[in-house]
């Protein structure tokens, strides 16, 4: 009944008549209005909260100072009063409505705070080990951080995979012979970059930019095994050595990245421009010490591929395709502001007849480039067929090429070979129709 009184001197009497009823807790006040509760004060309930955050438990596990929210009686039993021998050692409070000490919840430190101290001591420690560890450990797992490629066999040869998408294969369902090669000289320029030698010019090493020098292919040849599809993932090593003095040898090896087949070989010699003046170069000392711990003594085609292929027979003019009026294009130049090299291949194949490429497929191509030409200039495409040819074993197609000014002046010179398409039978291999393009 100490209870009752107590809690009558807080909550007045309302002028409103309360029915009695039956009370299950015989020791509690029959009924009690709420109406009259005073509502607790907010800003001293913000207080409480930001003092049980902050402040420490020092006195017999409970915190000094600490408000207790307002505990309705009806739902707990009150607790006898506990007699204290010292001062000391009775809980504080500055409620008039705390008359027990605090929950245990209450007592405890704030764990969000520690929880969140711990996160960013294990999130600093993994950030820490991953900048110490991205750097490759040895030179054969070298590679970039945008998945460019990476450098094999203890840096010497450079390995990058493509995908063959949709718009990279032609009418036969297989990547174009463009694709390949626009491959190639991927793998060249990210080489390079890989290498640490790109300076400002496109493929050109630091001390080259210096000079105002350049790289231009004299000459390339491939050899193509077969022809991968859409979907397929394609493989390619590169790596360089010397040519002569003053030229740098580049071969390629390109594979199925999934089976291990030999999909292409190239090789290719390049030597050095003036971009100012366009004329060839020697190479510069400085150069060669950039360039020269990177060269490695491997070939890509062997000597007895590489030589140079017979001349096809002179024919009349009838057996001469033409293909006049082809002017380069905006997006046909380079950087360096000349025609990109994978673009004469396309001129050249220009004037191949339709009914050659419509039942054969290239088996391979050697090309010499004799001169530049710049964005005015005006082309003409010949080819020369030669037909009952060995090629690889059987009997194919070999074409003569040349790709000049309307001047007369030769800027590509080369040969192609030609076997029958897998899917060809035998008894249509070779045959083409003999009229001009």
Not at 23 to 51: G, H, R, T
Not at 111 to 136: N, R, V
Not at 171 to 197: C, F, P, W, Y
Not at 250 to 264: A, E, M, P, Q, Y
Request: proline share 7%; net charge positive; hydrophobic share 35%.
């Amino acid at each position: 009944m100490a209870a009752s009184f107590a809690a009558a001197g807080f909550f007045p009497k309302t002028s409103t008549p309360t029915k009695p009823t039956k009370n299950p807790f015989p020791e509690k006040p029959e009924a009690i209005s709420l109406n009259a509760v005073p509502k607790p004060n907010k800003v001293d309930n913000k207080a409480s909260i930001k003092a049980q955050a902050q402040t420490i438990p020092k006195i017999n596990g409970v915190n000094p100072g600490l408000k207790v929210p307002f505990e309705n009686p009806l739902l707990e039993e009150e607790e006898p009063q506990k007699k204290y021998s010292s001062p000391l050692e009775a809980p504080i409070s500055s409620s008039p409505f705390q008359a027990a000490p605090s929950k245990i919840y209450n007592q405890l430190p704030d764990w969000s705070i520690l929880l969140a101290a711990i996160t960013y001591i294990f999130l600093a420690a993994e950030k820490q080990l991953t900048l110490s560890d991205w750097k490759p450990k040895r030179p054969d797992m070298l590679a970039d951080a945008f998945a460019f490629g990476r450098m094999i066999q203890d840096g010497s040869v450079f390995r990058q995979t493509f995908p063959i998408r949709s718009y990279e294969i032609g009418a036969d369902r297989t990547a174009s012979i463009e694709t390949l090669m626009n491959h190639l000289q991927e793998t060249a320029l990210n080489h390079v970059k890989i290498a640490g030698l790109l300076g400002d010019g496109f493929g050109a090493t630091p001390e080259m930019s210096k000079r105002n020098l350049i790289w231009v292919v004299s000459r390339i040849q491939l050899l193509v095994e077969h022809y991968p599809s859409w979907g397929d993932v394609v493989e390619v090593d590169t790596w360089v050595g010397a040519s002569g003095k003053n030229g740098m040898r580049r071969d390629w090896h390109v594979r199925d990245n999934k089976s291990g087949r030999t999909i292409l070989r190239a090789t290719s010699v390049w030597v050095m421009m003036n971009k100012e003046t366009r004329r060839l170069a020697k190479m510069p000392e400085e150069v060669r010490a950039e360039i020269g711990p990177y060269f490695i003594d491997r070939l890509a085609i062997r000597a007895e591929d590489a030589k140079k292929l017979p001349k096809a027979e002179k024919k009349d003019s009838s057996e001469r395709f033409v293909r006049k009026g082809l002017t380069p294009r905006w997006g046909d130049l380079d950087v360096n502001q000349h025609v990109n090299n994978v673009k004469y291949i396309g001129w050249i194949l220009e004037s191949a007849p339709i009914s050659i490429l419509e039942k054969h497929e290239l088996a391979s191509m050697t090309l010499e480039y004799r001169k530049e030409c710049g964005r005015d200039s005006v082309l003409q495409s010949l080819t020369t067929v030669s037909s009952s040819v060995d090629c690889t074993g059987e009997k194919g197609v070999m074409c003569e090429h040349l790709l000049k000014l309307e001047s007369g002046a030769e800027i590509v010179k080369g040969w192609t070979e030609w076997r029958p398409k897998r899917i060809q039978e035998e008894g249509n291999a070779g045959a083409f129709s003999g009229q001009n393009a």
